[in-house]
């Protein structure tokens, strides 16, 4: 079961990293088709992202398809998921993210050379604030993961036609259109990382692949984009358990 986990998990987090970051690499790299294409085209990327993503980690061994370290945190704090199966999980997300950005890397390769901000390139793989305040960019991945752990919580407990879970299928679109809400209204501030191992691979992978001109992969930030999800995680676990969703 483990291992099944493990590698459902760097599956759907390598596809929802490929596409998730390849958007944002449409839209911000020179000589690309679909450049200065905008936010609405990045935060719809991101969504269809996670839904693909879901898709493959059940296909492929991992049917809670976490995709995110606050997420599987969330449900250890729940009570639903034991502390090995939730570190296998967490695991897989982190080698998947990393995973995915080398692919983003090798996708837009011949783009890299013809961009000249660094602060771009960057963008490509981690998330960087709009309005640089540690406390202030904190609050906002809190809030943002709160959002995101919280309606997860509600969608699976609450809905479905008795009652219960949506029906076979239907979860992995609602969980997009969760995201794609999150990013349209919550992802200014920060660029909503809202998944420590989102932001965390694909910097890592920054650091280490050859992009041309990359600049710093600006580790004095990366603590935020890790801490503050993983915070609003838990909190939003503690509100679905006192609610008894």
Known sequence: MGSSQFVGEILGTMILILL????????????????????????????FAVMCGVFVAAATGSPQADLNPAVTIAKMVMGGTTMNDGMVRMAGEMIGAFLGSVLVFLAYYQHWGETSDAGL??????????????????????IGTFVLVFVIFAIFAKMGATGGNPAPGVGPYLVAMLVWACGLSLGGPTGYAINPARDLGPRIAHAILPIPGKGSSDWGY???????????????ALAAKALGM
């Open 20 to 47: 998730g970051n390849g958007v944002v690499a449409a839209v911000l790299l020179n000589k690309s088709k679909a450049q200065n294409s905008g936010w609405i085209v990045i935060t719809a990327g991101w969504a």
């Open 121 to 142: 390139k960057l963008a490509c793989h981690s998330t960087g604030p709009a309005i640089r305040n540690t406390f202030w960019n904190l609050v906002t991945e809190i």
């Open 222 to 236: 990366a603590l935020v984009p890790v801490l503050g999800p993983i915070i609003g995680g838990v909190v939003a």
